[in-house]
C-alpha cells in the first residue's frame, strides 16, 4: 500500500487514531510519518493505554538508512536491565530507570518532539532522594563510553547527510561527555 | 461505605467525573516488564507491606486485590469502572491493587509501572483530586525512594508519561454537541491546545453514552498546576458549548427533546431486553433529560454508576446465576429496578 500523505512510497507505518469514538486507520510511509505534526498524532497517546509500537518510527532509524549504522545503534545496551536500544525502538519503552541515562542523547531530541519539552517542571520527591546518587558507580564510565559511540555515529551520519548544524551539536556533546569520561577516572 | 459513582450526581451536568493519575517507579528495580516473575512478585509484597497502613493515614478502608491472579472477566469489569487501565486487564505476572472502599483511590502496583496512583470523582474536582494524590504520592515516597531524574522528572516506562507522571481527565457528557457535524473536527482541533479528547463508552467507531474523556497530552515541561488548570480550562470550554447548544434546542425544539428523552424513559422503564448499546443510548438520554429538568424523577439516582454498572462484565458480576443465560434480560431488569419512577 502507498502512504496515504505522498503517495510516493511504500506505507509502512499503521496507527490507529480514535477520536470522539471514530476509529481511523493512517498507512504512512517512515518519512512522512515523522514529518507529521505531532498534535495530530497525539489523538493515540491516548491517556493509559500502552502505545506500543506507535512511535517506532519516531524513535527508530530511517527505513532506508544503510544497515551497518544501524546495527552500530542497536548495539547499544541498558548495562543495568539489558535492553537494547534497538528494544526500546521496538516497543517504545525503557527498560528501567537508568535506560533514561544510556538513551538520554539518543532520544532526547524525540523525547522533546512528543513532549513539547525535555526539562522537567514541578513537583520533586519530598523524601530520600538522594541527587546524584548512582545506582552503580562502576558502569557510570562504561555508559558514558556507550553515549559517546552513539553520538559519533550520529554524528556521521549528520554529516554524511550534510546536516552541519546538527553535526555540530553531537560534536559538542560528545566533547562534553569526554571530559566527564575524564572526571569519572 | 458507598462507591463513588453511587453518590448523588444532582449539580453535576456536562462534567460527569473527574480523575487525577500519577505514575511513578521505585529506584534501583526495572520496570515491570523487565522484571522477572520471582523480582515482580518480591516487589510487589515490599510495597504491600510498606502500605500495608495507607487505610489508617488515609482514613478510609483499603481492599488488597490480587489483580494478577484473577480471570479477564473480573479484571474487565474493574476496568469497566475506571479502577485499572486496559493494559492492567491484559498484563501477565504479579500484579497487585490497592483499592479505597469508596473506589476513589486505587494504586496499582506492579501494571505498567512499578505504581499508578488514581483519584477519581464524580462531577468536577481536578484541584482536589490532586491534592489528595498529592499527599498519597508523599506517603509512598516517604517509604519508598522513587526513579527521579535531574532532567527528565519521574521516570516512567513510557516516554509519554515521563516528567510529572501526571494525567489529568475529565469526563464530559455530550449528548449535543458530540451529534454535531463539525464534532470530530473540534475534537482534532483540541490536541493544538494540548489536551485530547477520546470516546469513553462503545465499540468498533461507535460512542455508546455521549461520554468523553479529556486529558492533557503532555507530562513534561508542565508544572502540576499547568496541567491541571489546562485540562480544566479546556474542559470547561466544551462544556459551555454542550450548555449553548442544549439551551438553544430547549428554547426552538423543546417537544422534540422533551419527546425524546420521555420516550428513552420509556423504553428504559418497560423494555424487557436491552444490549449494552440500547441501555447507554437511552440512559444518556435520560440523563440529559433530568439535568435539563425535562424529566424529573421521584429519588436521585447516579445515572453515570448505572452506565458503568450496565457495562458487559460488571452486569455479569451483578446478575444472579439464572440471569447469567441472557444478560440482555438481566440488563433491562437491573435497569427498571434501579430507574426511580417520574416525580
Ligand atoms: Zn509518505
Ligand atoms: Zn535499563
Redesign the interface.
Known amino acids: 500500500m502507498l502512504c496515504e500523505k505522498c503517495k510516493i512510497r511504500e506505507a509502512n507505518i499503521r496507527y490507529t487514531e480514535?477520536?470522539?469514538?471514530?476509529?481511523t486507520e493512517h498507512n504512512l510511509c517512515s518519512h512522512c510519518a515523522r514529518e507529521m505534526d505531532f498534535?495530530?498524532y497525539?489523538?493515540v497517546?491516548?491517556?493509559?493505554?500502552?502505545?506500543g509500537r506507535l512511535?517506532s518510527d519516531l524513535f527508530g532509524l530511517d527505513a532506508e538508512q544503510g544497515e551497518s549504522e544501524e546495527a552500530g545503534l542497536e548495539q547499544v545496551v541498558c548495562p543495568?536491565?539489558?535492553?537494547a536500544y534497538s528494544d526500546f525502538v521496538k516497543?517504545?519503552?525503557?527498560?528501567?530507570?537508568d535506560c533514561?541515562?544510556v538513551f538520554?542523547l539518543l532520544?532526547s531530541e524525540?523525547?522533546k518532539k512528543?513532549?513539547?519539552?525535555?526539562?522537567?517542571?514541578?513537583?520533586?520527591?519530598?523524601?530520600?532522594?538522594?541527587?546524584g546518587r548512582e545506582?552503580s558507580g562502576k558502569s557510570e564510565k562504561e555508559k558514558l563510553a556507550a553515549s559517546i559511540g552513539l553520538l559519533d555515529s550520529k554524528l556521521k551520519e549528520a554529516l554524511a547527510e550534510e546536516e552541519y548544524e546538527q553535526a555540530a551539536a553531537y560534536r559538542d556533546q560528545i566533547r562534553e561527555l569526554k571530559e566527564r569520561l575524564k572526571e569519572n577516572e | 461505605m458507598s462507591k463513588w459513582y453511587q453518590d448523588t450526581e444532582a449539580g453535576h451536568d456536562v462534567f460527569t467525573a473527574s480523575r487525577v493519575?500519577l505514575v511513578r517507579?521505585l529506584?534501583?528495580?526495572?520496570?515491570p516488564?523487565?522484571l522477572s516473575e520471582a523480582d515482580g512478585r518480591e516487589l510487589v509484597e515490599k510495597l504491600e507491606t510498606g502500605l500495608k497502613d495507607i487505610g489508617a493515614a488515609d482514613g478510609r478502608e483499603f481492599e488488597r486485590i490480587p489483580v494478577g491472579s484473577m480471570d479477564q472477566e473480573a479484571r474487565e469489569a474493574l476496568k469497566e469502572r475506571r479502577v485499572i487501565?486496559?493494559?492492567a486487564v491484559s498484563k501477565e505476572g504479579p500484579e497487585s491493587l490497592l483499592l479505597s472502599a469508596d473506589e476513589r483511590v486505587s494504586i496499582t502496583l506492579d501494571g505498567?509501572d512499578h505504581i499508578r496512583l488514581q483519584c477519581i470523582c464524580g462531577g468536577a474536582g481536578l484541584n482536589e483530586l490532586w491534592s489528595e494524590a498529592?499527599r498519597l504520592?508523599?506517603y509512598i515516597?516517604?517509604r519508598?525512594?522513587?526513579?527521579?531524574?535531574?532532567?527528565?522528572?519521574?521516570?516512567?516506562?513510557?516516554?509519554?508519561n515521563?516528567?510529572?507522571g501526571?494525567?489529568a481527565?475529565v469526563t464530559l457528557h455530550l449528548p449535543m454537541l458530540?451529534v454535531g457535524k463539525q464534532?470530530?473536527k473540534l475534537?482534532?482541533e483540541m490536541?493544538?491546545f494540548?489536551v485530547?479528547?477520546?470516546?469513553l463508552y462503545?465499540e468498533?467507531?461507535?460512542?455508546y453514552g455521549a461520554l468523553?474523556?479529556l486529558?492533557n497530552?503532555?507530562?513534561?515541561?508542565?508544572?502540576?498546576?499547568?496541567i491541571l488548570s489546562l485540562v480544566q480550562q479546556m474542559a470547561e470550554r466544551l462544556a459551555v458549548s454542550e450548555r449553548k447548544i442544549k439551551s438553544l434546542t430547549l428554547r426552538n425544539h423543546r417537544l422534540d427533546m422533551e419527546d425524546e428523552v420521555c420516550k428513552s424513559y420509556g423504553v428504559l422503564k418497560y423494555a424487557r431486553r436491552l444490549s449494552v448499546k440500547e441501555a447507554m443510548t437511552y440512559l444518556s438520554q435520560v440523563r440529559m433529560g433530568v439535568t435539563e429538568g425535562l424529566l424529573k424523577l421521584s429519588e436521585p439516582v447516579n445515572l453515570y454508576g448505572l452506565m458503568m454498572e450496565i457495562q458487559p462484565a460488571n452486569m455479569k458480576l451483578l446478575a444472579s446465576e439464572d440471569e447469567k443465560s441472557d444478560i440482555r434480560q438481566a440488563r433491562a431488569a437491573y435497569i427498571r429496578k434501579r430507574l426511580p419512577e417520574l416525580a
Open positions: 480514535v477520536v470522539g469514538g471514530v476509529r498534535g495530530h497525539a489523538a497517546f491516548d491517556t493509559d493505554y500502552p502505545i512511535l543495568t536491565c539489558h535492553t516497543d517504545s519503552r525503557f527498560g528501567c530507570p533514561y541515562r538520554d532520544m524525540n523525547i512528543i513532549q513539547g519539552s525535555d526539562t522537567h517542571k514541578g513537583k520533586r520527591p519530598r523524601f530520600g532522594h538522594d541527587e545506582a | 493519575r517507579n529506584e534501583h528495580y526495572p520496570f516488564v523487565r487501565n486496559g493494559a505498567e498529592d504520592d508523599d515516597n516517604e519508598f525512594d522513587y526513579a527521579f531524574h535531574e532532567k527528565y522528572g519521574y521516570l516512567t516506562a513510557y516516554p509519554t515521563v516528567g510529572t501526571l494525567r481527565a458530540s464534532f470530530g475534537v482534532n490536541s493544538r494540548g485530547a479528547v477520546r470516546g462503545g468498533g467507531s461507535e460512542n468523553y474523556e486529558s497530552q503532555k507530562t513534561l515541561g508542565m508544572t502540576e498546576e499547568e
